[in-house]
C-alpha cells in the first residue's frame, strides 16, 4: 500500500474541502483505524437542502508520484451512529465519471475500495484522479470518520 494520508497530523485534512453546506474536517482522536487519530467529517445541511458533500482533490503532488500503475484506492471510514448509512462516492479519471456506492453500518469501520479504470478505458494514460467526492443522503446531517487512505499498485 501506498500511503496519501494517515491522519496523524494537520496537513492530512489540508486537501479535503467543504462543499455547499455547513460543513468541517477535523483530526480526531474520538476513534482510529490505525494510528490514534482520524478525520471527522462533520456535514450539515444548508436550509434549501443542496446536497452537502466533501471533496478532495487528487494531483500527483497528494499521492507522492505517478498515478501510472495503481490499481485503486483504499480508505477506511467509520459510522459513529445507530443506523445504517449510504454513502456515494463519485472520482473524476481523465474525462470520465465513475461512482460507487457503499453501505456504512453503525459502530464498523469499513473499507472503501475505488477501482482504477484500465488506461485503455481512459484514453490510453491513466495520468490522474481529478477529484473524489463524498456525500450522503439529501438534507441529513451526517459525521463519519476516515482514515487509512492509501493507493494500492499492480503487481510488478
Known amino acids: 500500500l501506498g500511503e496519501i494520508q494517515s491522519f496523524e497530523d494537520s496537513v492530512s485534512v489540508d486537501g479535503w474541502i467543504s462543499c455547499f453546506g455547513k460543513n468541517s474536517v477535523e483530526l480526531s482522536?474520538?476513534?482510529a483505524?490505525?494510528?490514534s487519530r482520524s478525520a471527522k467529517l462533520i456535514l450539515n445541511p444548508n436550509a434549501d437542502?443542496?446536497?452537502?458533500y466533501f471533496a478532495i482533490s487528487c494531483d500527483s503532488e497528494l499521492i507522492g508520484g505517478s498515478w501510472e500503475g495503481i490499481e485503486n484506492i483504499k480508505l477506511r471510514m467509520y459510522n459513529p451512529g445507530t443506523e445504517l448509512l449510504q454513502m456515494n462516492v463519485t472520482y473524476y479519471?481523465?474525462?470520465?465519471?465513475?461512482m460507487a456506492t457503499f453501505d456504512l453500518p453503525?459502530?464498523?469501520?469499513?473499507?472503501?475500495e475505488l477501482t482504477m479504470p484500465s488506461?485503455?478505458?481512459?484514453g490510453g494514460k491513466l495520468d490522474s484522479i481529478e477529484e473524489i467526492d463524498f456525500n450522503f443522503e439529501e438534507?441529513?446531517?451526517?459525521?463519519v470518520y476516515a482514515d487509512s487512505f492509501a493507493t494500492v499498485k499492480e503487481a510488478q
Open 29 to 31: 482522536t474520538d476513534y
Open 93 to 98: 479519471v481523465g474525462t470520465d465519471v465513475n
Open 106 to 112: 453503525a459502530g464498523e469501520w469499513i473499507t472503501v
Open 49 to 52: 437542502d443542496t446536497l452537502p
Open 139 to 143: 438534507g441529513t446531517a451526517v459525521t
Open 33 to 35: 483505524a490505525d494510528g
Open 119 to 122: 488506461a485503455v478505458d481512459v
